[in-house]
């Protein structure tokens, strides 16, 4: 016979019961994807949940004072549900569950033997249907199958959850478009330019968006979702051009103008950024690859930056703007306002040093 670890639930109103096998004993990951199954099969989400003080979900309680490990803080946090943790030999908060336990022990694990877990998985789910919530419970008088239509009016929508993104329920395609940018939220979120004009599939919780390729079903890349609409967000491997060699992507900038300003520049760039080539190549195929480049004003532009000694593409980009841009300013003269005769002397009055005097022996005497 095999032996079995037993994950167990209960709705405290309908009775309604859960319950899982496992062949291993269980890690917080685990236990946190049985939770959500369990919500699954209950319809919903409870408002508050019961648990033991479990070492898997409960780091320490100091009279109330409750840390729990950090996934599953994060998981209660994620589903918004309130908790209530157990104290030690506390008999009338944990007392439904565990008689659950008994129950599965003697009346379905005692009666029979199993050579595999699959086996056991599958009669345990024809057990809960056909006898576990399919007759009279002995808490209520009705049968929990029953009383969980109504319950299940009251629990909330299950929410996308981080712990279990590799599942394939909840899912969602996205077409990706000529930038390599998918759509969410009305926010862009940037993927390889090896994705251009294909199809990706997404998961999305609360705060996280997990993107997965469509075929291998490998997870591609994650970001936190952004609450500002009409953003793009990206990460700067993306941005870089990693199919092509150094070489050749240097050979694809030089050839963008024949001019040879244009041929001193990209090399005493290169030079300058010789760690940053391929950064500096996709700015300037980003800032110069178009049809309306002027080359009289990028001429000028490039004989100002050799000048200044400013190298970097990004530099280039501002200089031709302001040139493109400068207005054309005529300065006017500006008249200067003759003096006309003399300026009038006005003849201060002085007083006398007795005056002064004199005030202060009045001060005093008062």
């Not at 032996?3 to 405290?12: G, P, Q, R, T, Y």
């Not at 929410?159 to 998918?182: D, W």
């Not at 070489?247 to 290169?270: A, D, I, P, Y």
């Not at 400068?326 to 201060?348: A, F, H, N, W």
Request: proline content about 3%.
């Amino acid at each position: 016979m095999v032996d079995f670890e037993v994950f167990a639930a209960i709705l405290s109103a309908s009775r309604y019961r859960y319950i899982i096998f496992q062949d291993h004993p269980f890690s917080t990951g685990e236990v946190i994807k049985h939770i959500l199954c369990c919500f699954d099969y209950f319809g919903g989400v409870p408002k508050e949940m019961v648990i033991d003080q479990d070492r898997l979900l409960v780091v320490s309680e100091n009279a109330g004072d409750i840390i729990y490990t950090a996934d599953f803080q994060y998981f209660i946090q994620e589903q918004d549900i309130a908790m209530y943790v157990c104290r030690k030999a506390d008999p009338q908060s944990k007392g439904k569950v565990e008689n659950l336990i008994k129950y599965v022990k003697h009346n379905f694990l005692t009666i029979r033997d199993f050579a595999c877990i699959k086996r056991a998985s599958e009669e345990l789910a024809s057990w809960l249907k056909r006898r576990a919530n399919g007759k009279i419970s002995q808490a209520t008088g009705q049968i929990p199958a029953l009383l969980i239509v109504s319950e299940r009016k009251k629990l909330r929508p299950v929410s996308p959850s981080i712990f279990r993104k590799n599942s394939l329920q909840m899912r969602e395609t996205r077409n990706v478009n000529e930038k390599g940018c998918i759509s969410v939220l009305a926010c862009n979120y940037q993927l390889p330019l090896s994705y251009q004009k294909k199809t990706v599939e997404i998961y999305q919780t609360k705060e996280q968006l997990f993107i997965f390729d469509a075929y291998s079903g490998k997870e591609m890349i994650s970001y936190r979702l952004c609450p500002i609409p009409g953003k793009t967000i990206s990460k700067r491997e993306f941005k870089r051009e990693k199919e092509k060699t150094m070489g050749e992507l240097k050979t694809s900038v030089l050839e963008m103008f024949n001019e040879e300003s244009w041929q001193v520049f990209c090399q005493k760039n290169f030079q300058r950024f010789s760690r940053y080539c391929r950064d500096q190549s996709l700015e300037a195929k980003r800032y110069f690859a178009k049809q309306n480049i002027q080359r009289e004003i990028l001429q000028e532009a490039l004989g100002f930056c050799l000048e200044n000694d400013t190298l970097s593409f990004a530099n280039l980009k501002d200089t031709y703007d302001y040139f493109r841009q400068k207005p054309t300013m005529i300065l006017k003269e500006i008249p200067v306002l003759s003096r006309q005769g003399r300026p009038v002397s006005v003849k201060v009055h002085q007083r006398s040093v007795a005056a002064y005097a004199k005030l202060l022996k009045r001060q005093v005497a008062r």
